[in-house]
């Protein structure tokens, strides 16, 4: 498989990322699908079966729950892990909020994805406090 050498000189720059080497995320990006959404696409539907674990490349996307705008995503941000390692349906949807281009990883492959890379799953527990104080404001 062909190295998408571009994808490679993105995800260098997300914190995401930050810690692996250039070997490391050509890795990545071969164990990663691509996708592309139009405005408006659903990416992710609330309270469907999970569809994989994303990472934003270009583009930008908004969180909706019950119909209500919460938060905004853009390159660099990841979704869907949630509902990968719970093995339960979203409980938002994602919508692009123009072109939109990610990264995406298949729910059965995000354990295996994250074990094998620390420094990632690091961040991605990072993400979780982060989302999860956010989530607390909400409520407030």
Not at 3 to 25: C, E, K, M
Not at 79 to 104: H, K, N, Q, W, Y
Request: proline residues 5%.
């Amino acid at each position: 498989m062909d190295v998408r050498q571009d994808v490679v000189d993105i995800l260098s720059g997300f914190s995401l990322f930050a810690d692996l080497s250039t070997p490391d995320l050509e890795n990545i990006v071969q164990t990663f699908g691509e996708v592309y959404f139009s405005e408006g696409e659903r990416v992710i539907r609330q309270g469907l079966t999970a569809t994989g674990f994303y990472v934003i490349v270009e583009g930008a996307a908004v969180i909706s729950v019950g119909g209500k705008q919460r938060a905004s995503l853009r390159p660099g941000d990841f979704f869907g892990e949630i509902s990968c390692l719970l093995g339960e349906p979203p409980t938002a949807d994602i919508i692009a909020a123009g072109p939109l281009r990610c990264l995406v990883l298949a729910p059965g492959a995000v354990e295996g994805f994250l074990v094998a890379n620390p420094h990632v799953m690091y961040r991605v527990l990072q993400g979780e406090a982060r989302k999860l104080r956010t989530t607390t404001r909400w409520l407030s």
